[in-house]
Structure formats: C-alpha cells, structure tokens
C-alpha cells in the first residue's frame, strides 16, 4: 500500500478542496430540514408570511451554494482522479519496462495486463469517491441523527437500532466478497492469456482443428470468473433493498412514535416531524452510501495488493549508459534454471570468446544455445558460475551497460509496426538514411526497400505478416549491424535463408564487422564450419570445441550434426 500512497502524496492539495466541498455541499443539505421545520413551526402554523419568506430565502441560498460547491467539486475530483491514474498507471509501465526476466515471467503478461488496466480503474474510482467516503458520508450520517436528536430525542433513539444492524449486516457481505473478488481477478488473467495464446496460434488451432478445445478452455475459465463475479453482484445485490427495508420500518416507527408524542401534548410538532422524516432521508443516502462503501472494499484491497506486487517488484538499475567495453566475454561454470522449472537448462557451461573472434555456438533444438544468449543479454542471471565481459564480472556492472556493448539479432523475429526506416532504426535512433541504407544493403534487404515505391517509408504490418520470414531475418540483422557495439550476437539468425543468400550475406557481414566479436548461435555446420572457433552444446552442457577440423576429428556430435546436413564426404 505504501507505493500507491506514494503516488498519492501530490494530490493531497486536491483531496482537501474536494473534501472542503464536499463538507460544504453536505452541510447545505443537512441545514435544509431545519428550515423546513422552521417554516412549518414559525411560518404556515404561525400564519407568518415573512418567516416563510425570510426562511425561503435561506434555503434558496444554500441550494444555490450546495448546486455551485457540487459543480465545482464534480470538476477537481475529475481532475484529481484522472490525475491520479495517469501517475498509478505511468509508473505501473515504467516498472514494467524495468522488470528482469524472472521477474517478468513470475506474474506473466496476461496478469500485467490486467493490473495495468482494470485495476489500476478500481482505484481511479476510489480516487473519485475517497473524498466523499471519509467527508460526507460522516457528516451526513452523524449530523442526520444529531439533527434528529435536536429535534426529538425519543424519535432519534429509534436510529440507533437500525444503523447498527446495517452496518453489520453489510460488513458480512464484505468479507463474504473478499476471495469472490480474488478468484474472479485471477480468472480475468486467465482468460487474458489463453486469449492472447488464441490470437498469436491462430493458424495452429485452425490447422489442426481445435478450435472446439479452444473454446472449452476459455469457457472454462469464463465460467468460473462468471460464477464469482455473479455471486459477488448477488450478495452486493442484497444492500440497497435490507438497508432501504430498515430504514422505511423506521420511519414508520418515527411517523407512529412522532404521531402519538404530538397527540398526548409533548413538545414535538409537526415541522420537527417533518424535519425527522426528511435527516431520515438524508441518513439513509449517507447509510447505503457507507454501505457500498465497505462492499467494495474487499475488491479494492484485491487490485491495490495486485498492483503493490508490482510496484514492489526491485527491477533493472537505470543506470551505467554509455560506458564502452571490450569485446571479450567469458562463461566460466555457469548453470541455469528457468523460474518455474525443475530442470536445469544449463550445466557447467564454460566458454572463452576473445575480442574480434568470429565464433559459433552449435547444437540440437534444445540443447541450451538461445540460454546462452539470454545470460549474455543479462536478461537472466545464473545460478552458478559467473559471466564476465571485458574481464568485468556481470554482477559489477549494470544491465544497461552489457546490452549498450552488445548488439543481437534474437532467434524470434520482431517486426514492429511502423515504416521500413523505423524498424532498422530501432538499433540506432539517430542513423542517418544513407546509413540505414548501408546496414540494409549488407543484410541484403536494400533490394527490397528499393522496390517500394515509398522506399524507407514503406509501411511494415504488424509481426511483419506483409513479408517473409527471410525477409524478417534480413531486417532483424540490419538493425543489429546498425548499432554500435563490441560484440555482435546473430542467434540462429540465417535459419529462414538459402545456403546462397547466406554465404553472400556473412561475406558482407565480415567486410563491415571487420575487427568486432561475432558470435553466431545457429544450428547449421556449414554455418557454423567457416567460424574461428566451434562450441558445441548438447542437453545444456558443452560437449566439445575448436575449428572444424578439430571436432570432426575428436568431436562424435558435431560429426552427426555435420553428416545429417552435408553428407558423409567432407569435399
């Protein structure tokens, strides 16, 4: 809660003018039934015209006051509100963007989107409506029954045996909707990712015809979300027809009381019954008021635990831009587990890659070669073992500062919607159009944008779908090359060419890259044959390294590998 009431701190100033108005506003109201029973008392029994007047007048006054004050207090607490969510929700996405993969991967993206969107609305209405709960509601509930006793004492104690009971009743409900409220959140983020898992497998579902599956799992979680929430509606349901029931017997009891006191020649009158009909009234808007006010409690305390989760989350360090490094990089008895797993997707791996080495990471679907690159990019840290770049351990160094030294072209290619410009942009913001020409010649996707007669303005679908998957890695490695950098990691990124389009592509690559690291994670011999030097990983673990001649000759998996693709003569 600390972090929400963090970002509140600056909208205090405006929680006190609404919460000024608010009072304001109420008081105006709460006066009106006393008028009211001076004009019944003083002016029609009386017969006196300017007690009517004089008393009219005051109440049209404070209508006018109490219309102005709730006008101006409609417009602060808008304000203030969507203030609020504007700041809740700017720093729910900057945490986001910082957070590390495992911490990322522990709440999931459907969740994240849930808390960044129907949650953090939940507070915005408590933001709206959090003046009003602890100013008026108080005002209008204890300053009705102080009224009534101003007017009556006997009449007033008939309050007091209804307001606690509804009050009691409704908290029941609360806690009955507290886990309604939680399993329905947790259902949405179900429902959140299955939705998204549909979208992005679309042609898989339609290819195998599991459309029907499909639509069962999402029903699934439907149905429980629905359940919850229906329940919860349910048992909210049962607020406004109990408080209303109690509060009409009581003024029942108030009118009967009332009636008879008046009748046996107490004090009472009839403007001071009136005027208790009418704090009734105002008690029973203030007491349904309270009452939603604690049903909704339990839904509020879900979303803010939700959203503190991640607020509280450490994230990356925003800082160490800018500084250069060598591009030297060393795995030394490194072991890794993904969250979640139980299985170890690396095991004792060591590697020794020197600065300007051309050097290829090779082996089967699985064996732990994108792992590798994911613990390069600081995007995890190991278990065990250590990481160092430029003989700077990980763990001295920020994340910001390995990823400004290196540059990747990542195995899943990312094409975002935009222009052909912007996407090889994406390496280096600032590069010039004869530049992000250059990069596209040498990733031989110059061709293509030349072709279009909008050229580097030519509009990319999103995930690329108006191109092909060649055409995906040529952009992708583009924007690699174009960024500045000691180390260049191309991660299974020639996988979608021919061997042609390839062997022209690493030629031009080497010309430009000339002097660089280059490290190519690919599962290909002929690519990985002409590097300076070869690990080979097998199940996570390194199983043999050196020049190509050296595996083949000492190296029974690579042998496999290089047979499978090229054949039993090496010539």
């Known amino acids: 809660m600390r972090e929400v009431i963090k970002l509140f701190r600056p909208f205090v100033k405006g929680m006190l003018l609404i919460a000024l108005l608010n009072a304001v506003s109420t008081l105006c109201s709460l006066f009106m039934p006393y008028l009211m029973s001076g004009i019944v008392n003083d002016g029609i029994a009386g017969k006196n015209l300017e007690t009517i007047y004089r008393l009219g007048g005051l109440m049209l006054v404070l209508a006018v006051v109490g219309l102005v004050t709730a006008l ?180 029942v009891m108030i009118l009967y009381v009332g009636s008879r006191r008046i009748a046996a020649g107490a004090l009472l009158t009839a403007g001071d019954l009136v005027a208790a009909v009418q704090y009734i009234a105002l008690i029973t808007n203030g007491l349904l008021a309270l009452s939603w006010t604690i049903a909704w409690i339990p839904h509020v305390r879900v979303s803010m635990r939700r959203i503190n989760e991640v607020l509280r989350m450490e994230g990356v360090r925003q800082d160490g ?75 001295e160094v920020s994340r910001e500062t390995v990823r400004d030294n290196l540059s990747v072209a990542l195995q899943k290619n990312m094409i975002f919607e935009g222009t052909a410009g912007e996407n090889i942009r994406m390496g280096r913001p600032s590069a010039t159009d004869e530049e992000v020409m250059e990069a596209a010649d040498i990733a031989h996707i110059g061709g293509f944008i030349r072709e279009q007669k909008e050229g580097l303005d030519y509009r990319l679908a999103q995930l690329g779908t108006n191109i092909s998957g060649g055409q995906k890695q040529r952009f992708g490695i583009a924007r690699t090359i174009i960024k500045p950098a000691s180390i260049y990691i191309f991660d299974d990124s020639f996988s979608a060419l021919d061997y042609l389009t390839e062997s022209r592509l690493r030629r031009a690559l080497n010309q430009y890259l000339a002097g660089k690291t280059q490290i190519i994670i690919t599962q290909r011999a002929a690519t990985a044959m002409r590097c300076d030097r070869i690990y080979v990983m097998e199940q996570g673990e390194v199983v043999g390294s050196g020049t190509h001649e050296e595996l083949m000759r000492n190296c029974q998996v690579y042998q496999e590998i290089y047979h499978s693709q090229l054949g039993g003569d090496e010539a």
């Not at 304000?79 to 504007?86: P, Q, R, W």
């Not at 732990?368 to 990019?377: A, F, R």
Request: with cysteine.
């Open 321 to 395: 831009w800018g500084e250069k490094l060598g591009g030297s990089v060393s795995l030394s008895h490194v072991s890794f587990t993904y969250p979640d797993s139980e299985v170890e997707s690396l095991h004792d791996v060591s590697m020794d890659i020197r600065e300007g080495e051309q050097v290829a990471i090779i082996g089967g679907t699985g064996s732990g070669k994108s792992t590798v690159t994911k613990l390069l990019m600081a995007f995890y840290r190991p278990d065990n073992g250590k990481v160092t770049l430029d003989g700077r351990d990980y763990r």
């Open 72 to 251: 101006l207090n409609t417009w602060v607490n808008s304000k203030v509100a969507s203030d609020f969510t504007y700041a809740l929700q700017n720093e729910m996405l900057q945490k986001i963007n910082s957070l590390t993969f495992e911490e990322y991967s522990s709440i999931g993206t459907s969740s994240l989107l849930t808390r960044t969107t129907d949650d953090v609305m939940t507070l915005q209405e408590v933001a709206a409506s959090l003046a009003y709960a602890v100013v008026s509601i108080p005002i209008m509930v204890i300053g009705g029954i102080v009224m009534t006793f101003s007017q009556d004492w006997t009449i007033a104690l008939l309050m007091f045996i209804v307001v606690p009971v509804a009050l009691i009743f409704v908290s029941w409900l609360a806690k009955k909707m507290d886990k309604l409220w939680d399993i329905a959140d947790k259902r949405m983020d179900d429902q959140n990712r299955m939705m998204r898992e549909r979208l992005s497998g679309l042609r898989v579902i339609r290819a195998f015809d599991r459309e029907a599956f499909e639509h069962g799992r999402v029903a699934g979680a439907t149905t429980e979300m629905t359940g919850s929430l229906i329940k919860s509606n349910v048992l909210s349901g049962f607020i406004d027809p109990v408080c209303m029931f109690l509060l009409n017997i009581v003024t």
